[in-house]
């Protein structure tokens, strides 16, 4: 049996239609043969974009989540020794930052790099220079001039360096890639 639609990812809608019916132009299509009743089946893909207020506003959940170009992305929260090493890293950072009043370090903070469709990103740990230090309670505007992430066994090589330049892209001046697994 097939079913109407699914959801996916709370915010991309697969939907299965019989062309003979719908007169629809579905915005993406893909033709699936039934041989049992030799009817052509079209599955079209309707995508509702979400904003950086709407993943702002998204409650509490046991995962990291990120916006990229309107997409959400659902990521498994780290492990320890990736907290661990994220934290030993931010106060140590911090308490430099702080006792020379250079700006602010913070982490696990969300930066929007992209509007219209939205791109929020968040570092494990950032620093933002006095001068650039905004008063929003939402999401930093722009990259962290600084922007450090810690490795994690499941992060993918082709992930790591598209995160990466997508910091340097937006302004970063420096990213560090810290991966425990080589100390």
């Keep these: 049996t097939l079913a109407s639609g699914s959801e996916f990812n709370s915010r991309r809608l697969h939907?299965?239609?019989?062309?003979?019916?719908?007169?629809?132009?579905?915005?993406?299509?893909?033709e699936i043969r039934n041989p049992r009743f030799s009817e052509l089946l079209v599955m079209s893909t309707a995508t509702k974009l979400?904003?950086?207020d709407e993943l702002f506003d998204l409650p509490d959940s046991p995962f990291r989540h990120e916006l990229v170009k309107g997409e959400l992305l659902?990521?498994?929260?780290p492990g320890k020794e990736h907290g661990a090493i994220s934290v030993n890293l931010a106060v140590a950072?911090?308490?430099?930052?702080?006792?020379?009043?250079?700006?602010?370090?913070?982490?696990?903070?969300?930066?929007k790099?992209?509007?219209?469709?939205?791109?929020?990103?968040?570092?494990?740990?950032?620093?933002?220079?006095?001068?650039?230090?905004?008063?929003?309670?939402?999401?930093?505007?722009?990259?962290?001039?600084?922007a450090v992430e810690v490795?994690?066994?499941?992060?993918?090589?082709?992930?790591?360096?598209?995160?990466?330049?997508?910091?340097?892209?937006?302004?970063?001046?420096s990213v560090w890639n810290i991966n425990p697994q080589t100390k």
């Design 15 to 30: 939907h299965l239609k019989n062309p003979r019916i719908s007169n629809l132009a579905p915005s993406i299509a893909f």
């Design 151 to 173: 490795v994690s066994p499941s992060d993918r090589p082709q992930r790591i360096k598209w995160k990466t330049e997508q910091w340097l892209q937006f302004g970063a001046r």
């Design 74 to 77: 659902t990521m498994p929260l």
């Design 50 to 52: 979400m904003t950086a």
């Design 93 to 111: 950072l911090a308490q430099y930052v702080k006792a020379n009043k250079l700006g602010v370090v913070y982490a696990e903070s969300g930066f």
């Design 113 to 146: 790099l992209e509007s219209d469709p939205d791109t929020v990103l968040g570092p494990d740990v950032a620093f933002v220079r006095r001068e650039r230090v905004g008063i929003s309670k939402k999401y930093g505007e722009g990259a962290p001039d600084l």
